[in-house]
């Protein structure tokens, strides 16, 4: 019963996850053109994931060592699975391994779990509070359904309760983690932040490198934008990198802004992005506010503006460009490029600058002088 129902549940799982992909990319793909290097950019994820990316993770040793247990084990499981039920190569060799991959992704999981119990505030809630019982439930199915594939067991063990709560479990398991993956939930960080890797807005980030000046408008461009009003005004590749925060709140535990008490939260402020991309409000956001500024007052769409919708102007005046969000995201997101780009819209199309900004660039326009 099992191998005919978990094959079923893995390929429909599968098959869903490969139509919210398509629609994911849809999404993304909403933003202004941006020239990458598609293939030599996939070709590199593997080292800019174990180098570039655990090089920043590797500051929190307790969730470097969580996360390469439990990422390394499901994508090894993840693939055997498939191997093993999918394809039917049910060898004994296949059903160890799948054992062993089962098992180490279900110790990075009781360490996921440890962490959420009393989560630090920085730490977004809602959603992600049920992600360790889904890794524990994915790792815990696969393994004992595998006993029998190993030999540990004999074929046709237990009768069929154990048979239904083995079903349920991975129906559980597989939804978070592969559904789940594109169309939204958790797992979405995975999918969305390996291709923003491959096609990262500054690539020379990448092989211990540098990159921290602002980019520069191409005036030469007749379809250059000066800055940013709506969501699909970045570039499809920024909206990428929207989308793959992972919401741990270390941009947000480094922010000087934040610290004192501005209206400022850059995690917060890519997830307002992420609800601009798809459209909505900040309704459902689990995590610390803006200073000051309660959820659920703000909402856009990908083609509506941002400022005094999903984010108000003083949110992004607030920034000081030191880009302590930048170094310390596991993820390697732009928060202080997206922040410039809004803010020369802002500046160059509004003519909207805070405090005596307005008066400065009159007097640099009348006297050469500020």
Known sequence: MLNTLI???????????????????????RGRPSKVNVLGGLLAVPRRYLVDLHHVVGRDKYISNTHVATAGGFVLSALLAILVYGFGLQSQILGYALLV???????????????????????????????????????ATFFIATLPVAGILPAGTGGWILVGLLCLGVFWGVSEMFFGMTWGGPMKHAFAGALHLAWHRRPERFGGGRSSGLKPIDLEDPNALLGVEKPADFTWNQLLGFDACVQCGRCEAMCPAFAAGQPLNPKKLIQDMVVGLAGGTDATFAGSPYPGKPIGEHGGGPHQPIVNGLVDAETLWSCTTCRACVEECPMMIEHVDAIVDMRRHLTLEKGATPNKGAEVLENLIATDNP
Request: proline share 8%.
């Open 7 to 29: 094959p079923i549940l893995l390929f429909a799982a599968l098959g869903l996850a490969v139509l919210g992909a398509v629609r994911r990319v849809r999404m993304w793909r």
């Open 101 to 139: 991959a089962t098992a180490i992704m279900f110790t990075g999981a009781i360490f996921v779990y440890k962490r959420r119990v009393n989560p630090p505030a920085r730490l977004s809630k809602g959603p992600w509070m049920r992600l360790p019982k889904s890794l524990l439930v994915f790792a």
